[in-house]
């Protein structure tokens, strides 16, 4: 991967300035004579990433994206495809593996593989229980998908549905736009004893990319390679960060669990956020407010942000 600054680009410094003062200040001086030297502009250095789409392609370079849209349209444009077509990416494997998921940051030497649509398949679901043993995450632009089955589950029962698979509607009700949590709540409210149908699409695959269908109490999402990250963002630029410390991402794992048990979802950079988020307050009352003002679409219960909030101080300490 390529991450550098071109030559030209770099930072100039500007002119030093003299130690001398002038005897004494002309009215008809001008305010250009005054004024100290602009400095240029500060460059952002140049990244650049390598791609394939994960069933097979040649390799690409994509840059100058700042989330994950603009990923997804970058990746398109290489491959000469919609954007609609990628379902989700993968960091450093081609393989259909939720702890290599692209979140909310990639290593600066990350190698992106992109999974596109394969076969749309419908299976009916009978809600025999109150859980079906899934746990949903999204691509942050508008597809949901399987991240997890759980072992012994009413899905895990059905062998057609696979990790990785997208959910395209419930019910012929189309769920594209929605976010994880929205499904995960629209999948809960089922009806006990009701038989629904989902419509799946399935990453398309190459002939060894089998996924893992479960795997409990490990945290996903540290794929990064190198000390610095690209930080994509819901809303505002990418930037480029330091690593976390151990203490955060200690913390920051068990908030994505603690989403899993109480929403159904894994999300590593809306657990980054709470983390993030509870170092700036005070109170579990005051971290609460400040989740509002900034999550406020989640609607978080009580318990959930009381038991977040002893996590992270807990991590701390």
Known sequence: MENRADPDQRERSGPRETTHKSKETRP?????????PAHPPRVRPRLVFHTQLAHGSPTGKIEGFTNVKELYTKIAEVFNISPTEILFCTLNTHKVDMQKLLGGQIGLEDFIFAHVRGETKEVEITKTEDALGLTI??????????????????????????????????????????????????????PKSETFTLRLVQPKRAFDMIG????????????????????LRNK?????????????????????????SYMGIRDMELATTLVETAKERTTPEDFGRGLDNLLGEFAFPAEFILEVWEVINRADK
């Open 212 to 231: 893992q269908r479960g795997k409990p109490n490990k945290c996903e999402g540290k794929m990064s390679s190198g000390k610095e990250t690209l930080r």
């Open 236 to 260: 505002g630029m990418a930037t480029l960060e330091e690593l976390p410390s151990n203490g955060e991402e200690e913390a920051t794992c068990k908030v994505d669990d603690l989403l899993e």
């Open 28 to 36: 008809n001086d001008s305010a250009q004579s005054n004024a100290a």
């Open 137 to 190: 995450t999204d691509n942050g632009a508008g597809y949901a998908f399987i991240k997890r089955i759980k072992e012994s589950s009413i899905t895990d029962r059905l062998k057609i549905v696979n990790v990785g698979d997208n959910i395209e509607a419930i019910n012929d009700q189309t769920i594209v736009g929605c976010r994880h949590y929205e499904v995960a709540k629209m999948l809960r409210e089922l």
